[in-house]
């Protein structure tokens, strides 16, 4: 009779699901973007958001946690359950803030690596009105009428348009002072009312506003043209061969997540990039395509802290 019960009972907790967790995912994946809507990380964000809800056959949440230069977002995911339901897209800023903060709201080792969705060149842009034809030009202008201070907006400490800006003060040797805004869709909107001189923002955001009209491009920080930018010519031809930096868009998942889950939603991933429709989304932009595995991603931002971390202290980095 003891025994009757007690296998009535393991079939009931086998059943109720209390021995074997449900098999993933069971139900509304979140993914937080740490900045404003209309930003790169945004865009990437929400176009793989929709495939990969049709493949993993779950809502995919796109949740904005914006403030901090990302830090507000990150540190959420990073104090989330690690349960497979909440990862983060996040960009440079996700390596590099905490180069230049002390007062880092969570440690590097509390998120971990998924994969590196996308790279996207930064493309430095002033207003229409300015009569520079290129950086190089921009630059002339300024040394001709002794300008030597440039207010250069950017998506916060420690993103990518932060570090343009360190790398533009480094090659040119003027005074630049960053001045933070809580998106690249905003920094974008700066340089079109005159608020500030320069700004720099990813092919993905500042195509459709360079073909709109709305600002004037200088130069794109890659080593070779875009291709949603062709007539746009590279730091590297102006002569500024350190001005090299691009945006990227990895995703990220609270330590100590489930590997099984981690590798499942790399391989998700990694089948939303090569789908068509996120393919054409990406090429009209000049996005490019990355995936590959965790470890390849983990690589990548060790090199990249690395790299940048030399950028902090050369160009005193503190705002």
Do not use: C
């Not at 809800?53 to 830090?71: C, D, F, R, T």
């Not at 880092?104 to 998120?111: A, K, M, T, V």
């Not at 340089?191 to 709305?214: D, F, H, M, N, R």
């Amino acid at each position: 009779m003891f025994r009757h019960y007690l296998s009535i009972s393991i079939v009931s907790l086998l059943l109720s699901g209390n021995i074997f967790a449900q098999a993933w995912p069971a139900k509304i994946i979140t993914i937080v973007v740490p900045f404003a809507p209309g930003g790169n990380i945004d865009i990437v964000g929400r176009t793989i958001g929709r495939e990969l809800s049709l493949i993993l056959k779950q809502p995919v949440v796109i949740e904005n946690k914006p403030g901090a230069g990302g830090m507000i977002g990150a540190t959420y995911v990073a104090k989330s359950k690690p349960d497979g339901y909440t990862f983060l897209v996040s960009s440079n800023g996700l390596i590099t803030t905490t180069l230049i903060r002390n007062d880092q709201q969570h440690r590097d080792d509390e998120l971990t690596p998924v994969i590196l969705l996308t790279l996207a060149p930064s493309v430095i842009v002033t207003n229409v009105n300015s009569s520079a034809a290129n950086l190089k030009d921009f630059v002339n202008n300024l040394q001709a009428n002794k300008t030597e201070r440039v207010i250069f907006a950017t998506a916060g400490v420690g993103t990518t348009p932060h570090f343009v800006s360190a790398l533009f003060k480094i090659a040119t040797g003027l005074d630049v002072d960053p001045i933070p805004y809580k998106s690249g869709s905003d920094t974008i909107t700066a340089i079109a009312g005159g608020q500030v001189q320069l700004a720099a923002e990813s092919t993905q955001v500042v195509t459709p506003k360079i073909k709109g009209g709305l600002v004037k491009p200088l130069a794109v920080t890659y080593d070779q043209r875009s291709i949603s930018l062709p007539d746009v010519p590279t730091t590297k031809e102006l002569g500024y061969p350190s001005i090299v930096i691009t945006h990227f868009v990895g995703m990220m998942a609270p330590t100590g997540t489930p590997p099984d889950i981690l590798e499942k939603m790399n391989l998700a991933s990694q089948k939303a990039l090569q789908s068509p429709e996120v393919k054409n989304a990406f090429a009209s932009s000049g996005t490019i395509i990355v995936g590959g595995s965790r470890a390849s991603f983990a690589e990548y931002m060790v090199k990249e802290r690395e790299r940048l971390k030399k950028v902090v202290q050369e160009a005193g980095m503190t705002k």
